[in-house]
């Protein structure tokens, strides 16, 4: 395949997890690749994984809660390839430790600076660049299932998530006459570091396996997937919308049992 051949891609969060998988996938795909994220030595890794499978790529340090980090980063993907066609804004991170009744505002206010705020401004300073260059692109958000379900330990992640949908719908309406998608991915449990204190527990796995259909926990590749149609032409008439790579758990109905277990106060019963 080579559906974004001659496309330039920014993706934050790149160093890691669904950010790598994409960034990869992307190149595979025939993109140029600009990457973005705080922990350079991983975002160098993954830039030398998409160069040794023949792609291009630019690492470029950038902590998204900084406007001007963003701004950072899309000038250099300017400068390095002369424009920009896709923007994932995928950086984010999640409250460790924590719950509704006992959150710091500091905590707080650096998880929806990372997953809100940054989501916002990467999509704005992308979006305003594809206008300069004349129109034409694709606006990408990470969201979660977690804007759906909510858990007690992850207040600001789950409503940050929320957040992510609200904007791409937003941004949908605003582009759109420019010929600018803006759509969302909600992944359910994927294999990430993230996911650990989930997919490393047995009961949560257990509990989570008996309630999606496919009947697995996800893999960023999963993700990465979406991400690549979303970004391709095929996906043209398909904005302010979220698709939920997440093997079917959402089609299930959210229970009590289910925030015990995100609580960690009990272990559910089988359904």
């Known amino acids: 395949m080579n559906r974004l051949g001659g496309k330039v891609a920014v993706v934050t ?62 000038r250099r993907a300017v400068d390095s390839f002369g424009r920009i066609d896709i923007a994932v804004a995928n950086a984010g991170i999640v409250e460790q430790d924590t719950d509704c009744l006992r959150m710091a505002e500091e905590q707080w206010d650096r998880v929806l600076a990372v997953n809100l705020k940054g989501v916002f401004f990467t999509l704005q300073t992308a979006a305003n660049q594809m206008i300069a260059q004349g129109g034409g692109g694709r606006l990408i958000a990470l969201a979660s299932i977690m804007a759906e379900w909510g858990a007690p330990i992850t207040p600001a992640y789950c409503a940050s998530k929320g957040g992510v949908k609200q904007l791409v719908k937003c941004f949908a309406m ?98």
């Open 174 to 271: 605003a582009c759109g006459r420019f010929g600018i998608t803006c759509n969302a991915i909600a992944p359910g449990f994927i294999d990430t570091a993230m996911t650990r204190m989930i997919t490393e527990n047995p009961v949560m796995v257990s509990y989570l396996l008996d309630r999606t259909p496919a009947g697995r926990i996800g893999q960023p590749s999963d993700v990465a997937h979406v991400a690549a149609f979303l970004a391709s032409e095929e996906a043209a008439f398909l904005t302010g919308t979220v698709i939920y790579p997440d093997g079917g758990i959402t089609a299930g109905l959210y229970s009590a049992a289910a925030a015990a277990v995100f609580s960690g106060t009990t272990q559910p019963e089988r359904a």
């Open 13 to 74: 969060g790149g160093g890691y997890g669904n950010g790598r998988a994409i960034a990869l996938r992307f190149a595979e795909e025939g993109a140029a690749v600009v990457l973005g994220d705080i922990d350079e030595e991983r975002m160098a890794e993954t830039a030398e994984l998409v160069c040794a499978r023949g792609g291009q790529a630019e690492a470029v340090r950038c902590d998204v809660a900084r406007k001007r980090d963003i701004e950072h980063l899309i």
